[in-house]
């Protein structure tokens, strides 16, 4: 099987009519990587994956795959296999015939393309399965036809739009496993959609968090979700407590803020904020729930919050504390279950703190909007 | 399950008033229009060519006679076999078969284009352009066919203009215009199965087997077409039946020496007040198109289930 090739996007813009969809993407996807797009519902995320594909061309910009520019190169003629968000399995056509379409296409004879579609329905465990019809399978398995079928034309790059979005939780997660191990197998190239971000953070080397058109931010996973270079990246990947205010004083890499409600709390600038923010700026400043912990003493500092237990939830390995800081602040905390009873504190009043350098200060911005 | 308790459910899920309504407009639909009819006509079609006060007489008794009349002609007469109406028969049969094919060859494409291509309000538009002919009636749509196709039609002025032609072509006679008249009759009901079926293909197919470097006859042989089946055999079924029973369009467009079946039928019917041999004529031209159809669905391997989509 093919090894993965790189793709690139240069300056691309895709519009429909005056509606601009996607903004300026440069994006470069090695080969043999798990890339995933990751942003909210209308993003443009589908709308990157079809001119990836063939099916748009950008209004402006170059798709480049495997070196080659692909402008006016058809989707039938592109090294890319498409899964669909619906899958768009073939419902007249056996489970076989399904896989193989894209050799009856070459024009393989029957009895090679049958023993080609046995040997992809033993990869993702159906073996003896291919005569039967796909309304005939369960939704994991026709999501593993679709792979398989996708995989059969030996593609150098495999698009996936949302493939595990119709799955429930547990076939989900299963399902994100398998992925991983089909693509670490096979080594070719990856470009994976999603809303759901545990989805892009498990499976990707690299993930692009999108924003109504425009990309922004580019990392692997761990730096999205530690070091997020906007506020929209801070708020959609995972929970964050926002606090709003003013940067009042910054000391090296860390920035004292005087937030609107809470006092003075001190944080640290990531790198992709250093030198953009200054003194006096407009910032918004993130903790994360699970950065946030009950003070061993309640003296006044500036990594301490002071606030009201509204509510406790119970996750299992975790307590969701949800409380109400000065002015109405509501924030969340997440305290791992160390197994002791706990008496629930609803309604007392705690100190908070968190260790500065998990606390990241941004220039203020657009937040992701629930 | 047995009657009864079917009957119940039937009246528990449309109600009582509602449920009775749907059985006798449909008990009365099918008794009473369709199947008395027919079974008259197929009495009819097995009794002698009596004057009226012989009607219920002791000559009135069954007989074989008309369907032997279409089979062998009159007794004594020179060949043994009813040339004549078996001929006119076959050809009126082969040239229903022939607009069918014409009509599926040209609505196809504009059903898949209705269906799939586009998809906005020009679609609405283009169906209303379709729809609007049809609200001039019959007779008249097939005189304007004859005015347009005639000696000095539009069409041969056109030509002679152009110069392709010295004489104008006799577009009567050679059944030209009887043929695009059957044809143009029944565009709709061959368009809408189709365009109704191919509507609801899910359009990620189609682009999956182009993802996969399907040409785009392969998208239609293997995809469209398969999924469009029950549609295509629907409206097939539809223009052929009604081609070969067409009286009106044969009756203005048809050339002098060709004869549509359905005219022999009317000249039993009417001219000839031989009521029997007409309704055994019409009994077998039924018969026959229903045969065809029904092995051509098998041949198709389209379900009568199918039909109904
Ligand atoms: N053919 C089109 N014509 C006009 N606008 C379009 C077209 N296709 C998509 N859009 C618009 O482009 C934007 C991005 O659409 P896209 O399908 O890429 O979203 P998405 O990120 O895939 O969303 P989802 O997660 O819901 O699938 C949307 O606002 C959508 O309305
Ligand atoms: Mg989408």
Known sequence: MSRGVGVSLQDVWIKFGDFVAVREANVDIQGGAFFSFLGPSGCGKTTILRSVSGFLDPSQGKIIIGGNDMAGIGPNKRPTALIFQNLALFPLMKVWENIAFSLEVKGVGTAARRKRADELLDMIALTGQGDKLPSELSGGQKQRVAIARALCAEPDVLLLDEPLSALDLKLRQHMRTELREIQQRVGITFIYITHDQSEALTMSDHVAVMKAGVIDQISDGQTIYDDPSTPFVASFVGENNVFRGKVKSIDGDKALISTNRSGDLLSRIPLSAKGTLGVGDDAMMFIRPEALSIAKDDAAANNHVTALVLNEEFEGQTFNVFLEGDGGKEMKMSLVNQGKARESAKGSSLTLEYAPDQAIVLPAGELASE | ?309
């Not at chain 2, 229903?96 to 291509?117: K, N, S």
């Not at chain 2, 203005?252 to 009521?275: A, E, H, K, R, V």
């Open chain 2, 1 to 309: 399950m047995n009657i009864s308790a079917a009957f119940k459910r039937f009246f528990n899920r449309n109600g009582l008033g509602l449920g009775s309504f749907l059985l006798i407009a449909v008990g009365f639909w099918l008794i009473v229009l369709i199947i008395l009819p027919q079974l008259s006509m197929l009495d009819f079609s097995f009794r002698h060519h009596l004057p009226p006060p012989e009607m219920g007489g002791p000559k009135d008794t069954y007989t074989l006679e008309h369907y032997k009349y279409l089979a062998l002609g009159a007794q004594g007469a020179d060949q043994s076999y009813n040339v004549v109406d078996l001929g006119v028969f076959v050809r009126t049969l082969v040239a229903a078969f022939f607009v069918t094919i014409f009509d599926l060859l040209l609505c196809y494409p504009l059903a898949y284009y209705l269906g799939q291509a586009s998809g906005s309000g020009y679609t609405r538009i283009l169906v209303l352009f379709l729809i609007i002919p049809y609200w001039v009636n019959e007779i008249l749509r097939a005189f304007a066919f004859r005015i347009i196709f005639g000696d000095s039609g539009v069409i041969n002025e056109l030509l002679l203009a152009m110069g392709l032609v010295d004489n104008p072509v006799d577009f009567i006679r050679d059944n030209v215009a009887l043929y695009s008249g059957l044809g143009y009759a029944y565009i709709l009901l061959m368009i809408f199965p189709m365009y109704n079926v191919i509507e609801s293909l899910d359009r990620n197919q189609i682009e999956a087997a182009r993802d996969m470097g399907a040409p785009w006859w392969r998208i239609h042989w293997r995809i469209v077409i398969p999924y469009a089946k029950p549609g295509i055999s629907s409206g097939c079924t539809m223009v052929f039946m009604l081609s070969a029973g067409a009286l009106a369009a044969p009756q203005i467009l048809g050339g002098p020496s060709s004869l549509w079946f359905t005219q022999i039928i009317y000249q039993w019917f009417n001219q000839g007040g031989n009521w029997p041999r007409g309704a055994a004529y019409a009994i077998v031209l039924l018969s026959v198109c229903i045969l065809i159809v029904l092995s051509a669905m098998r041949l198709f391997k389209v379900r009568m289930g199918d039909i109904g989509k």
